[in-house]
């Protein structure tokens, strides 16, 4: 995708291209028989490497998996847990955010990340893990409510 990414949020507009890049050819292999409405995420984990995910439809509607969750299970199978970027692709306009269900993922293994969302056809928006999520649970709340027992 050569579209002309801005450099933001710490990440160079090369290296956002290639993520839109590599979540626009996941979603091809995304299985979205019910829906049929593929998506394709990539992340970029601290030590810059690219993992992805497309979503994965079952007849039993509640066990599908989320393309952003599929290419976080691919990076933390493969030792990485640590992530500076996220990009998702998605048909629609303008370009869909993750779902409720993904961001509290994303929350559980990033204190804030910046999110690329792209359609095929070039439209694009940046936004962060902090603005979708907002005073958010996490992990640190089990680690104040042990101290404050103690
Ligand atoms: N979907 C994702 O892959 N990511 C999201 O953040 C939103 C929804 C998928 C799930 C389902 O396969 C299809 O899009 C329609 O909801």
Redesign the pocket.
Known sequence: MSEPFDDTHGIEAATWSQLADAALKVRQRAH?PY?E?P?GAAVLTDSHEIFTGC?V?VASIGA?V???RTAIGCAISEGHSKFLALSVVTGVEPP?A??GI?RQVLAEFCEDLPILLVHPAGTYRFTTLDALLPMRFSGLDFLDDSQSKS
């Open positions: 979205v829906s409405f998506v979503n439809e599908t989320c393309a952003e869909s993750p779902c993904c």
